[in-house]
């Protein structure tokens, strides 16, 4: 199907908002890791996260690799397990099996909604 | 990698926002096909999307479908184009090609700049 736009392919688009995603999940993870080893480490980086938007992930991470030495190695930590999640952790086939299911799912779903809604209507209408 | 909290899988996470991309997606494939062979349609829609937003795909669709029965076939058409563009044209293998690419670019390039912003500084400090 021809997509039309003067904009990067549907692929190209959905990869950013997945780098971002990636980058959210990796300092959920890091986060966590932290959190029973390292509680100065932890202790850091949520006070970080509470001053600073995760939605432009590489903005995130410039600013902590800038916020001080151990803000820096943070940052690597997170920087590397990005990486390792999305290349080894992450289920792209069930990311595809889910989606198509949620678009068929949500497509019966509203048609339904609808149909049920229109009966509904003429029921009381015709008073049958 | 142990991902914590008490959410969706993050391929369940990711798969919502892809669902949402889809009907964006599929919004412009049918604007596009109307808009070369059928202008009072075409019109519909934009008039439609001008009044709508787009970030909750099924919400759209919903709205849509009630608005007349002009509009109905419109949103049935979107939901036939999201199923099938999700299931057979988007290239899968290449969003995951693409999104481990851009994760280690960015890697790259973040920690590129650092060192070059930090070289820049000893240098000014040691005066080499």
Known sequence: MYVPGPFASPEKQASKNLHNF?????VKIVSAQLESYNPEAYKD???????HSLNDGDE?????????????SLALRILEVRSAYCK??????NLKR????MVDDSNTKLMREYVL????????????
């Open 60 to 72: 995130f991470c410039a600013s902590l690799m800038r916020q001080s030495s151990r803000h820096k």
């Open 22 to 26: 990636f980058n959210y999940i990796a």
């Open 88 to 93: 080894h952790d992450f289920e792209w086939d």
């Open 117 to 128: 809604e229109t009966s509904d209507v003429k029921e009381k209408e015709t008073g049958k």
């Open 45 to 51: 980086l949520r006070e970080f996260l509470d001053t």
């Open 98 to 101: 889910l989606t198509c299911k």
